[in-house]
Nanobody, 121 residues
Framework: QVQLVESGGGLVQSGGSLRLSCAAS????????MGWYRQAPGKQRDLVAA???????NYVDSVKGRFTISRDNAKNTVYLQMNSLIPEDTAVYYCNARLRVRLLSALRDYWGQGTQVTVSS
């Protein structure tokens, strides 16, 4: 009974900005890493950015300097600020959370439903 709900996708012109949000809710004991992945048509789902519970971040090279990932641990929410968007950023963006539902349970990955980001040239 864990849900990840994303918001903030849409259509934007090249050079524009969007901010994605993802809130995790339900039976959650603790969240380890949270991240954003994207999948373009005909391609595999790839990591865009990730953040650990203590704030360490990791980005794919193509978005470094343009995207910023952050999280609010009190709200179980992760954000992705996307600036200087280019058409190659067009994809469905998925939120991921690696979490435990109980104290001694194993870490498991949960996914949001995806949100479309389209960047026009």
């Amino acid at each position: 009974q864990v849900q990840l709900v994303e918001s903030g996708g849409g259509l934007v012109q090249s050079g524009g900005s969007l901010r994605l949000s993802c809130a995790a809710s339900g039976s959650i004991f603790s969240i380890d890493a949270m991240g954003w992945y994207r999948q373009a048509p005909g391609k595999q789902r790839d990591l865009v950015a990730a953040i650990t519970s203590d704030g360490r971040t990791n980005y794919v090279d193509s978005v470094k300097g343009r995207f910023t990932i952050s999280r609010d641990n009190a709200k179980n929410t992760v954000y992705l600020q996307m600036n200087s968007l280019i058409p190659e950023d067009t994809a469905v963006y998925y939120c991921n959370a690696r979490l435990r539902v109980r104290l001694l349970s194993a870490l498991r990955d949960y996914w949001g439903q995806g949100t479309q980001v389209t960047v026009s040239s």
